[in-house]
C-alpha cells in the first residue's frame, strides 16, 4: 500500500519561506509523477506543482512559477517542495500527490492521481 507522508508545514511570515517534504513508501517510485495540491479556506483544490520522479519532467500551475520549486531525493523516497517568497493567499493545506499513470492533462487534475497524503497546513501571516 503506497503511502504518503507530508512534513514541513507551519507559521511564517508574508516574505518568508518553507520546504515541504513528502516521503513515499509501499512501493517502488519509479515511473511515478509526483506533485503537490493546495486547498484554502473556502475555496477549491489547486494544483500547485508536480514533477516526473527522474526530474526531467516539471508541471508548474502558471501562479507560482519562480517563487515555488519541486525537487526530490530518490535515495529517500522523498520529494520536497521549496516555496520563496510567500503571500498570506498561499495560506492553505499543502497535499502531496502521487500517481504512476499516464495524465492527458499534464497532471494538473486531481483525477491524474492515486494517492494522497493527509496535508500538511501553511499559515503565512502579513
Known amino acids: 500500500q503506497v503511502q504518503l507522508v507530508e512534513s514541513g508545514g507551519g507559521l511564517v511570515q508574508a516574505g518568508g519561506s518553507l520546504r515541504l517534504s513528502c516521503t513515499a513508501s509501499?512501493?517502488?517510485?519509479?515511473?511515478?509523477?509526483m506533485g503537490w495540491f493546495r486547498q484554502a479556506p473556502g475555496k477549491e483544490r489547486e494544483f500547485v506543482v508536480a514533477s516526473s520522479w527522474s526530474g526531467g519532467r516539471i508541471y508548474y500551475a502558471d501562479s507560482e512559477k519562480g517563487r515555488f520549486t519541486i525537487s526530490r531525493d530518490a535515495t529517500k523516497n522523498t520529494v520536497y517542495l521549496q516555496m520563496n517568497s510567500l503571500k498570506p493567499e498561499d495560506t492553505a493545506v499543502y497535499y502531496c500527490?502521487?500517481?504512476?499513470?499516464?495524465?492527458?492533462?499534464?497532471?494538473?487534475?486531481?483525477?491524474?492521481?492515486?494517492?494522497w497524503g493527509q496535508g500538511t497546513q501553511v499559515t503565512v501571516s502579513s
Open positions: 509501499g512501493g517502488t517510485f519509479n515511473g511515478y509523477t
Open positions: 500527490v502521487g500517481t504512476h499513470r499516464y495524465s492527458g492533462s499534464g497532471y494538473t487534475k486531481e483525477r491524474d492521481y492515486d494517492y
